[in-house]
């Protein structure tokens, strides 16, 4: 979900709390959104291909496994926004960068998140997330008909095999980089 979509959606509901969760797990009550970062790449995958975007991160600090802190909620959407349009007076945000979210889930490593769907409930805002995952761009590039395409310096437009990638499917080289 890009930037503007996201921050549509929040605006679309100012008074619910907003509640994320990934896999069934969600951040306790009491979190605070800590940092909004605007985040621009630029890449290089091993098929030796250039790749520019853009991300916009928000920062959730979540109360460690614990749970929630005493007297504080979930953070209803027009608090969040607030932030949100104080950062964008000194650092806009590109609307169709990717929208993701950077947090903890009960004590873990600190990960970065896709917003992948905002649904409305009765009395709070389902943020869905989905955890991020490594790929090999050249392989998906490639289709998962043609095994060993991992890794490696590109020639002629085509990657080398990649035996040298700890690729071992042969039947699908998307396998061996997800």
């Given at each position: 979900m890009n930037t503007a979509s996201f921050l549509a959606s929040l605006r679309a509901h100012p008074g619910l709390p907003l509640v994320f969760r990934a896999g069934g797990r969600i951040i306790p009550a009491g979190y605070h959104l800590t940092e909004v970062k605007r985040v621009t790449f630029q890449?290089?995958?091993?098929?030796?291909?250039r790749h520019d975007w853009s991300e916009s991160q928000f920062e959730l600090w979540a109360p460690g496994p614990a749970g929630a802190?005493?007297?504080?909620?979930?953070?209803p959407a027009d608090k969040f926004l607030r932030i949100v349009d104080r950062v964008e007076r000194e650092l806009p945000l590109d609307g169709d960068a990717l929208a993701r979210i950077h947090t903890s889930f009960d004590g873990q490593p600190a990960s970065l998140y896709d917003v992948t769907a905002i649904t409305p409930g009765a009395d709070r805002l389902w943020i869905e997330l989905a955890p991020d995952?490594?790929?090999?761009k050249a392989a998906e590039r490639r289709g998962a008909d043609v095994a060993g395409a991992c890794c490696g310096a590109g020639t002629s437009g085509e990657e080398k095999s990649g035996a040298a990638c700890g690729c071992t499917d042969r039947k699908s080289p998307a396998a061996c980089c997800a």
């Open positions: 890449t290089m995958d091993c098929g030796a291909l802190l005493p007297g504080r909620g979930h953070m995952r490594t790929r090999c």
